[in-house]
């Protein structure tokens, strides 16, 4: 049903459109992971056009908070398997995104704002619930943008409106 739902509601739309619709929501998007169904004032959809650059600093591990499509679409791992750890790595230049079945692999680039996180290889396993993998495989070709929040929070944003995944530095990073 998941699958259904999202092949549904998030098919591709153009970048340009996107790209327009992502900016101005990018202050509502700093909302938690709760999926509510609050609506953003219109004050805070405000996008300053200044260049922007960027201090992301994505090595290291990072705990899987959420991985929201719209407003009532939210997959949130420690909800679907709790007490077991989802978590992506990011170093030089290569990420792996580690599920609690399976683990999404490639190279990323990353340019000022924006990102490119192709996956390239991926383990396929069959397991009880693969929500939070699904939710990665299907969101993750999409993202285009990161942003960091008090060297703790990232959120992966997708041309898609309102998709992000939130990432927060794991404990265990040196």
């Given at each position: 049903?998941?699958?259904?739902f999202l092949?549904?509601?998030?098919k591709p739309?153009?970048?340009?459109?996107?790209?327009?619709?992502?900016?101005?929501?990018?202050?509502?998007?700093?909302?938690s992971c709760s999926?509510?169904?609050?609506?953003?004032?219109?004050?805070?959809?405000?996008?300053?056009?200044?260049p922007?650059?960027n201090?992301?600093?994505l090595?290291?591990?990072?705990?899987i908070e959420?991985?929201?499509f719209?407003d009532?679409?939210?997959?949130?791992?420690?909800s679907?398997?709790?007490?077991?750890?989802?978590?992506?790595?990011?170093?030089?230049?290569?990420f792996?995104?580690?599920?609690n079945?399976?683990?999404?692999q490639?190279?990323?680039q990353?340019?000022?704002?924006?990102?490119?996180?192709?996956?390239?290889?991926?383990?396929?396993?069959?397991?009880?619930?693969?929500?939070t993998?699904?939710?990665?495989?299907?969101?993750?070709?999409?993202?285009?943008?990161?942003?960091?929040?008090?060297?703790?929070?990232?959120r992966?944003?997708?041309?898609?409106p309102a998709?992000?995944?939130?990432?927060?530095?794991?404990?265990?990073?040196?």
């Amino acid at each position: 049903m998941f699958r259904l739902f999202l092949s549904k509601y998030t098919k591709p739309q153009k970048r340009m459109k996107a790209l327009f619709i992502t900016s101005a929501l990018t202050a509502a998007l700093l909302t938690s992971c709760s999926g509510s169904n609050k609506k953003a004032d219109d004050s805070s959809s405000v996008v300053s056009e200044a260049p922007v650059e960027n201090n992301v600093d994505l090595k290291g591990r990072w705990t899987i908070e959420c991985i929201v499509f719209n407003d009532s679409l939210t997959v949130t791992p420690s909800s679907e398997v709790p007490g077991v750890a989802q978590y992506a790595v990011f170093e030089d230049g290569s990420f792996s995104f580690n599920t609690n079945c399976n683990s999404i692999q490639g190279e990323y680039q990353l340019k000022g704002d924006s990102i490119l996180i192709p996956v390239s290889l991926s383990t396929e396993m069959a397991c009880d619930n693969m929500a939070t993998e699904d939710a990665i495989r299907k969101i993750l070709p999409g993202i285009y943008t990161v942003s960091m929040e008090n060297d703790s929070t990232v959120r992966l944003v997708a041309s898609s409106p309102a998709g992000y995944i939130l990432l927060r530095r794991a404990d265990d990073n040196k």
